[in-house]
């Protein structure tokens, strides 16, 4: 397999290849993993009991699974990486906006996501947890560098070896006793069900900046609603089945939370625990994967406009190098402590990401119904300018009026404060957007479209 030659330059149609199916893998794949379990534990955590924390998990990512995959939808007709979409929207050197946050999560992520799967290397062999963060960090080094076709052999046999073992896992896991009351309608929290609803939907709308980097080789005539539903399958069924075995496994065996990978590695008993051991790291692998190479697409798209970086085999294999360093570096500094509080940074970033999903999707599908010039995407004098200051401000408006709703370990707005500490912010900065981009926008492209045909009239 060779290493990809491409970027976030455009695919041309004869290096397409692939077929949507390609997509359920990839995103049920690279949801079945331990961070995901954790995850949706958090709902019996916070106070739900198991009935209200499967109907939260399966709405929140039902409805946060839609805007992900719309988003997925754009690559096979766009031929280009999801963040340098946004110079269309933002300006060429407007989009480096939204750019510097995926950056940042993408390296956090990476970092965090990375001392997890440490953590499994050391507990199975037996390795310092310094080495093993290293080790990770070359083993998702090695996988970004081949880049996009390895990523997706790697996620198909990942599939089947994770749905086999987590069928089993479950297996065991209904066979044990619940806590009285674990299916009560009754038992209802408002607070902790908007709790998770927020978490789960987040989840899904956290992929965006990077799910269509991963269906823009599909062939341009690649059925738009198989590219949509295969994703959004893959997506929700992986990450629904893992959020709520993680809610039956915390609320059957004591200290579960503890430390997951031990936990279900116990499952199997002394003799078979490596097979936990080893599916824990393969799947944390696949989310270093996944953040290392978004990280190295958006430093690329970045970089670009400003120094003409023209992405060879030397220059890739260099930017994915120094994204890896970055990361590993932060790991290796923030085990013991710091990444407790880099996460609650991450996690706030977040919130400056559902602006950008409302504006991006808005734009595509009610605005320019995906039609884009995409040799103007890489040119800096083209329609789309170097800033375009109506979704500037309308950004940084819709991320301001989030911040009374928000609810984080670092920060609790005023209106979130009132409402008992629900968050929903991520609604707020999906709703907003609509009002300040979308009918000025119109507007723009309606006067913009008048003036080209007047022009044309004038010269016959």
């Not at 479950?170 to 209802?188: E, H, N, R, V």
């Not at 492209?445 to 080209?452: G, I, R």
């Amino acid at each position: 397999m060779n290493i990809e030659k491409r970027s976030i330059d455009f695919i041309p149609e004869e290096e397409r290849h692939g077929r949507a199916g390609s997509l359920f893998t990839i995103w049920f794949g690279g949801n079945m993993q331990v961070t995901t379990l954790v995850a949706g534990a958090l709902s019996v955590v916070s106070g739900l009991n198991l009935f209200w924390s499967i109907i939260a998990i399966v709405l929140g990512n039902l409805v946060g699974a839609v805007f992900m995959a719309s988003h997925s939808a754009q690559g096979p007709k766009l031929g280009i990486p999801q963040m340098i979409q946004s110079r269309a929207q933002f300006g060429i050197i407007g989009a480096v906006i939204p750019l510097i946050v995926a950056i940042f999560m993408y390296i956090g992520f990476f970092a965090s996501s990375n001392v997890l799967g440490a953590q499994a290397i050391s507990s199975s062999f037996s390795i310092p947890l310094s080495l093993s963060i290293v080790i990770m960090g070359i083993l998702a080094f090695i996988v970004a560098v081949f880049g996009y076709d390895l990523i997706h052999a790697m996620e198909r046999y990942f599939s089947i070896l994770f749905a086999i073992v987590f069928l089993i896992v479950t297996i065991i896991a209904f066979k044990f006793s619940l806590p009285a009351g674990s299916w009560s309608l009754s038992q209802f929290n408002f607070k902790a069900f908007m709790l998770t609803v927020t978490v789960t939907a987040t989840w899904q709308i956290a992929y965006a900046p990077y799910v269509a980097d991963y269906s823009r080789y599909l062939p341009s005539k690649t059925s738009l609603k198989k590219t949509f539903w295969y994703t959004y399958a893959g997506t929700t069924i992986g990450t629904i089945w893992m959020m709520i075995l993680g809610c039956v496994l915390t609320l059957a065996i004591p200290k579960f939370l503890d430390n997951s990978s031990a936990g279900l590695a116990k499952l199997f008993g002394p003799n078979f625990a490596f097979i936990i051991y080893i599916v824990v790291i393969l799947g944390i692998l696949a989310a270093c994967v996944f953040n290392l190479y978004g990280a190295f697409m958006s430093i690329t798209t970045t970089l670009e406009p400003f120094i003409k970086l023209k992405v060879t085999a030397k220059n890739r294999f260099w930017l994915v190098f120094v994204s890896a360093v970055i990361g590993v570096a932060l790991a290796l500094w923030g085990y013991g402590g710091f990444l407790n509080h880099f996460e609650d940074l991450i996690s706030f970033l977040s919130y400056f990401l559902v602006p950008w999903t409302a504006i991006n999707l808005i734009d595509y599908y009610f605005l320019r119904k995906g039609d884009y010039d995409i040799q103007d995407i890489f040119n800096i004098n083209g329609r789309y300018g170097a800033l375009n200051w109506v979704t500037i401000i309308s950004y940084l408006i819709a991320v301001l009026i989030e911040i009374p709703f928000m609810k984080t370990s670092v920060y609790t707005g005023p209106i979130a404060t009132f409402f008992g500490g629900v968050d929903v912010s991520w609604v707020v900065g999906l709703i907003i957007p609509v009002i300040l981009y979308y009918y000025p926008s119109k507007k723009k492209m309606s006067l913009s479209t008048y003036n080209e045909r007047l022009e044309s009239n004038k010269s016959l």
